[in-house]
């Protein structure tokens, strides 16, 4: 007997539109898991939508975030790595992934990830700015300088990059340099205690003792509106 070609597309089309019903669902209570902070069951919600549907790009995407803060980071780096394998065209899978090679300590790795990010998207500056971390705690200052000079030049008011710039300029004694770029991320970013206790030290070994005493008392003044 010939199968009835007609009743076999009906229930392929039944069952293709239940799975997809089932999907639905299960993103939106993996969604509502995740912003009330349920993030063990919103993992287990995407892993749900991935049984159904392992070619399911952003399901991986979404149970690794999910995972990165649940401090699993191994296990996200798995989930961006199956997201990579199915789809490896988008940048920021390269990029969530090195952060989270970053968290572990894995800074070679993590700057591999960083550079096909780059190669993707040369304009990225974060991705500039966290490859010069990564090289910086490789002890890698000359290359770290290099990717946040890159940061700012793609973005002028990258305060973090400039930053990081000032601190490896202080560290090759290029006081006046690191000055200028403590001046300038304050200048952008008023409220970070951190810097005025950076560039107040800074104005100690250049001997301004009254320009670096105001810069401790604002930090001081910092902290106190913190806490």
Known sequence: MKPNLFFLSIFFFASNAFSQTLKDEYKEC???????????EAIDYFTKIIEISPND????????????????????IEDYSKQIIIDSSNADSYFFRAMAKSKIANFKSA???????????????????????AQS?????????LEFNKAIKIR????????????LKEQFNDFKGALKD???????????????????????????????KLDFEKYNELLLIKN
């Open 182 to 212: 403590f001046n300038l991320v304050i200048a952008l970013d008023s409220s970070v205690a951190d810097y005025y206790l950076k560039r107040g030290n800074l104005k100690i070994k250049l001997r301004q003792k009254t320009a670096s």
């Open 111 to 133: 700057i591999l990830d960083y550079k096909k990010v780059i190669q993707k998207e040369y304009t990225n500056s974060d991705a500039h700015y966290f490859m010069g971390l």
């Open 137 to 145: 705690e490789l002890k890698h200052y000359k290359s770290a300088l």
């Open 30 to 40: 993996a969604v509502q898991k995740f912003n009330s902070k349920e993030y063990q």
């Open 57 to 76: 790009s952003a399901a991986y995407n979404d149970r690794g975030l999910t995972k990165e803060l649940l401090k699993d980071y191994k296990g996200a």
């Open 156 to 167: 002028k008011n990258n305060s973090k990059a400039i930053y990081r710039r000032g601190c």
